[in-house]
């Protein structure tokens, strides 16, 4: 069956001026929200989410406790005005709950929740806006809002959605593109290459997966060089704050550590 929109033209730009590779414009705040430990609200073009993160802290009950890592605690809520159908999503709502878990199950391998036993990290994403790939932006935003609250990761998680038309495949989705297109959403640590989540909701050639698997990881790469400078920027403004005595010299280690990290890449 054919699309029943223009997905992309005889000259190869998509709905929105977009190329078959081109990602979204992408905007990341790591402002501090309220009485959260750490907070990122990032946008992907038309869809925008905001994480708030509380903890470790100590679990709310007891049974829900493990003694030798924190348990993650995961809490979707989305805005009734997020998009044009005007829908109430509860938290029962198998969406949301759908939602929640992918964003639980692909962040306990990279949390390093052994620092932490008997002890609980929550994480809340409220969507405010969609335009598609809702689960990439809370993945980003999620990882963006743990290192805003110090929790050590093992690596910056970056997702990355991508679909394929006739032959040609596309990365980073719209709402437009996401109901006429097969499509999946990559999660990857760009540093070691390791795949935490791949999820599709439709149905993929398999001659396709693998370049789409491929140009999403490279795409990961993208966007992990935006997550790390936001992260950059935020705390080279937290250092510039600081009331303190020595501040040259403080930015001056502040910057050695940003050496470090350039050569680590």
Request: glycine share 8%.
């Amino acid at each position: 069956m054919g699309s029943r929109v223009e997905i992309l033209n005889d000259d190869g730009y998509r709905s929105d001026g977009r190329r078959q590779y081109e990602l979204r414009e992408i905007t990341i705040d790591l402002s501090q929200r309220g009485a959260a430990d750490g907070s990122a609200m990032i946008t992907h073009g038309l869809t925008q989410v905001l994480v708030t993160v509380f903890g470790p802290r100590e679990a709310k009950m007891r049974s829900h406790t493990l003694h030798d890592r924190a348990v993650l605690n995961v809490e979707v809520n989305i805005a009734p005005f997020s998009t044009g159908e005007r829908r109430r999503r509860t938290r029962g709502d198998k969406r949301v709950l759908e939602l929640a878990s992918a964003i639980k199950s692909t962040f306990e391998p990279v949390v390093q929740t052994s620092l932490y036993p008997r002890s609980q990290i929550d994480i809340y994403v409220h969507v405010l806006q969609q335009d598609g790939g809702l689960l990439q932006a809370s993945i980003n935003g999620t990882t963006l809002a743990l290192v805003s609250a110090g929790i050590p990761l093992l690596d910056l998680l970056c997702s990355v959605s991508g679909g394929v038309h006739s032959a040609s495949p596309l990365l980073d989705l719209t709402t437009l593109e996401e109901n006429d297109l097969p499509h999946l959403t990559v999660a990857v640590m760009p540093k070691s290459g390791k795949v935490t989540l791949v999820s599709m909701e439709t149905r993929l050639h398999v001659d396709r997966f693998g370049e789409m698997f491929r140009l999403a990881c490279d795409a990961a790469k993208v966007i992990h060089g935006e997550m790390k400078k936001a992260v950059k920027a935020r705390t080279q403004k937290l250092v510039n704050a600081m009331d303190v005595g020595p501040g040259a010299k403080l930015q001056g280690d502040f910057a050695d550590r940003d050496d470090e990290m350039d050569m680590m890449e």
